[in-house]
């Protein structure tokens, strides 16, 4: 977390009903990206123009051609929900950002993480009486948007005085 708490915006989800598994993967997929490219990205998961690649969690997954725009993955999926749930995030922390005054062009994901939340309990009846757990894996998911600084560019002047300097 930086200390310099003006130039972050900040967005929290708690109990959110989507698999824990599938926020994991979009979120490690979204972390780092631009606020612009990250909305654009999870649209077009949504869309299946994209795709979100499933490193860990791995388990039943088929092989898809769209992985190849990712270094060192075959796995993935186009999980929808998780994707929305993101998305509505972004913009809430879009929010809290323009409320700051940050500048939204330079604005990237810096902190983005999905926990397990406390399994919800439902049932499901079987036969001869018997009853069998049948529980939901909801997630929290947090997320800190942080404008980078801006690049200041050293004068030719100064360039050329150092290679002199260098050389002699």
Not at 6 to 22: C, E, L
Not at 23 to 48: F, Q
Not at 55 to 63: A, L, P, S, V, Y
């Amino acid at each position: 977390m930086p200390r310099n708490v003006s130039v972050i915006a900040r967005a929290r989800a708690v109990d959110v009903r989507t698999h824990f598994k599938n926020m994991r993967e979009v979120c490690a997929a979204v972390k780092g990206m631009t606020l612009i490219r990250a909305k654009k990205y999870l649209n077009n998961v949504i869309n299946k123009k994209e795709i979100v690649p499933f490193r860990r969690f791995t388990g039943k997954i088929g092989r898809k051609a769209q992985c190849h725009q990712w270094k060192n993955c075959t796995q993935g999926r186009w999980p929808k929900k998780s994707c929305e749930v993101l998305l509505s995030l972004i913009q809430n922390a879009q929010a809290n950002a323009e409320s700051k005054q940050l500048d939204l062009n330079r604005l990237f994901i810096d902190h983005l993480a999905a926990q397990r939340a406390p399994k919800m309990r439902r049932r499901m009846y079987r036969a001869h009486g018997r009853i069998t757990a049948y529980m939901t894996n909801p997630s929290h998911v947090e997320l800190v948007l942080r404008q980078r600084p801006k690049l200041v560019r050293k004068p030719k002047a100064a360039k050329k005085a150092e290679k002199a300097e260098t050389k002699a």
